[in-house]
Every structure is written in C-alpha cells, then in structure tokens.
C-alpha cells in the first residue's frame, strides 16, 4: 500500500497540520494554537522573526512543497498565490504537510 503523500492531503479538521525540514528531515507537529513560528522555536531552531503580526516579512520561509495558508499582510496577492513562501509566525497551511526549504 502507498503512503499518501501529506503535501497534497487536506489539513485536518481540527487546524492542525505538520512541517517538515527539508534539509534535516525533521517533522513537527503544528497544533492549531501555536504558530509554526513556536514550534520552530520550540525545537530549537532560531528562526528570525521581528513583528509576529505578519508585516514585517522578517520570518519569510521558503517552501518546498505543500500549499500555505497566508495570513501575512506582507506578500502580494500574486506572491501568496505562487505558494513558494511563508511568513511562519502567522500562517498555516492548507496541506496536512508543508515542507520548509530550511
Ligand atoms: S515576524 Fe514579521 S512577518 Fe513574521
């Protein structure tokens, strides 16, 4: 049996979804109350931030797969369409798994 691919299944009903590290490998676990930005921390990774509102564009993170759900008043509408990026100290995803190019 494959194992679905979580890039491209919805995130669950209860808003939480995952992340993983492209260069690690490493997935964690985004419950619909933390920002990813928190979980990021949490792990111990230092991610640079500045607002935590989603002006700023400070904690812009690539994205390798999976599809954003933005939140940020930062990109444009053309630039949250392309799906490349997120701003993870206010966004979230639309896929059960994002992939972060970090
Ligand atoms: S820290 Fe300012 S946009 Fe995320």
New binding site residues.
Partial sequence: MNTPDLTQQPIAEDGSFEVQLQKSGQVLFVPKDQSI?KVLQDAGHDVL????????????TPVVAGQPDHW?M?LTPQEQEKGDCV????SRSQTARLVLGI
């Fill in positions: 930005l931030f500045s607002c935590a509102e989603g002006v700023c564009g400070t904690c812009i940020d930062y701003m993870v100290c206010c």
